[in-house]
């Protein structure tokens, strides 16, 4: 029966079954959406897997031995920076006590003897990456047995205009023209001094730590009269009673008129200087007792001026000698490719090139020098091989500073393991290899010659002639006599 027909209104009729139409739902600015219901399970499952994750992260990145350091991130920064600007940034990280760490002992096949001082190892970094004493502590941390600060100057100077650090990045060198750039005397002492707790009870060392060694590298500065020695021995009384060793450096090829020094006349001068003022320092409160002194020269000496050195360094009360310096010969093995045109740069060649130089520089000073001058063997050390080659031509330490930077962190303790199986190969220890080099390469004073005693014949032969003698000069007398 129609609806109308029960007395319904037409038009409610009509509105009351009039088909819906689709709703559609606004979202304005302010329109707040309903909360999602949070799983708590999911979320702490979230929450550990982050902090798990970050702390392998930091685990794996505080291990210097981690391919992260080598294959990942030096690299890019190598790519990203420029040569310096990656330089001190690799400085201020190492610096904060951000930086990795090496967290594996020494292989007892390793340690060495310098000084009859025990070091841990015989690898060592060379003056020039932290040239102003600010991550003294962080290198150390990277299991290095001997970390060398500077060069410092006396007085601060900003070296030479940059840019002045270019890689040759096929031939894993370097060429730096810094020209001791430095903070200066007071500024590197007070961050040296600021190293040494209040109390400290510790080994008796500069570097704070047992078996290893802290050395300062001295500079001169660059408006410092040619010929004089001032400038080292003002080195000596700043830095004598804060470190472990000295190093005279007079072979750098960036600094006008430096490598003059190595002459004959002013270094008998130099090392007389030098080593008068260590010899009046009062024995240091921290390490009780004086620094030795060592001297670093260059690799682009001819022998023969090597061997005139050789013979004052016998003469002088100098401790060691680092060899070498950096190069300023560019060898016809240097590899042309991307980053070929550096080696028209002028400074000073590091790195794999410069091994033979400063190898045969060290076998012709070894052969010079008597085995209480030990030698530290520095040019071109990127693996353990390298090193050994230096202990088998008398070197009682090495260092590196080229593949520092090129490897990045785990430098030292690759060398030091690839070291333990070069050793391992030769059934020997370091101190066994470089005691045999040392005792069969080095110089020895000539064994005056001896008269061989005379024989019973040849006594009676001389009294037969004096026999004769005097019978002729009795008869010569007589005849003078009768006439």
């Not at 001819?302 to 010969?329: F, L, Y």
């Not at 002028?346 to 001058?373: V, Y």
Request: hydrophobic share 35%.
């Amino acid at each position: 029966m129609p609806i109308l027909n029960h007395g319904i209104p037409h038009t409610l009729a009509r509105t009351s079954f009039r088909a819906p139409k689709h709703v559609h739902s606004t979202r304005h600015l302010f329109t707040k959406s309903a909360p999602v219901e949070r799983n708590p399970i999911r979320t702490a499952l979230y929450t550990t897997a982050f902090v798990v994750s970050a702390g392998l992260f930091t685990v794996y990145y505080l291990d210097s031995r981690s391919a992260l350091h080598r294959y990942v991130l030096t690299p890019i920064i190598r790519n990203i920076l420029d040569p310096e600007t990656g330089h001190k940034l690799a400085v201020k990280t190492l610096k904060s006590g951000l930086g990795p760490k090496d967290p594996v002992r020494d292989d007892e096949r390793l340690k060495c003897q310098l000084w009859g001082e025990a070091v841990s190892n015989p690898i060592g970094l060379a003056a020039g990456f932290d040239k102003d004493g600010e991550a003294i502590d962080g290198l150390f941390d990277l299991g290095f047995g001997w970390v060398e600060i500077g060069s410092v100057t006396p007085k601060p100077q900003p070296g030479n205009p940059r840019p002045r650090m270019f890689r040759l990045d096929e031939d894993g060198a370097v060429i730096n023209r810094y020209g001791f750039p430095s903070q200066g005397h007071s500024s590197v002492l007070a961050r040296v001094r600021a190293r040494i707790p209040t109390f400290f009870s510790g080994p008796d060392r500069a570097a704070l730590r047992e078996d290893s060694m802290l050395a300062v590298n001295l500079g001169k500065n660059k408006e410092s009269p040619a010929d004089s020695i001032d400038d080292f021995v003002a080195g000596v009384r700043t830095f004598g009673p804060y470190s472990d060793v000295l190093v005279v450096n007079v072979s750098s090829p960036n600094t006008p008129g430096l490598r003059g020094l190595q002459n004959k006349d002013v270094l008998e001068r130099l090392l007389d200087g030098v080593t008068k003022a260590r010899d009046e320092l009062t024995p240091s409160p921290l390490t009780s007792r004086k620094p030795k002194v060592v001297l670093k020269i260059a690799p682009d000496l001819e022998k023969s001026q090597i061997i005139e050195m050789a013979d004052v360094i016998r003469k002088s009360n100098i401790d060691g000698v680092i060899v070498s310096n950096t190069t300023i010969q560019r060898p016809k093995t240097l590899v042309n490719g991307q980053s070929s045109a550096n080696k028209s740069e002028a400074g000073g060649l590091s790195g794999p090139p410069i091994k033979p130089f400063s190898l045969k520089a060290l076998q012709t000073l070894r052969a010079h020098l008597p085995s209480s001058i030990p030698l530290i063997g520095c040019g071109g050390i990127a693996s353990g091989k390298d090193a050994l080659d230096y202990a088998k031509s008398g070197a009682s330490m090495v260092q590196v500073y080229t593949s520092f930077g090129y490897d990045g962190v785990g430098a030292c303790r690759r060398i030091k393991d690839e070291l333990v199986d070069e050793l391992a190969k030769e059934g020997k220890s370091w101190e066994q290899v470089v005691h045999e080099a040392v005792e069969q390469l080095s110089w020895k004073e000539p064994i005056p010659e001896k008269k061989p005693e005379p024989t019973v014949q040849q006594l009676i032969s001389e009294a037969e002639e004096l026999k004769t003698m005097l019978d002729k000069l009795g008869d010569e007398m007589r005849e003078s006599t009768s006439a």
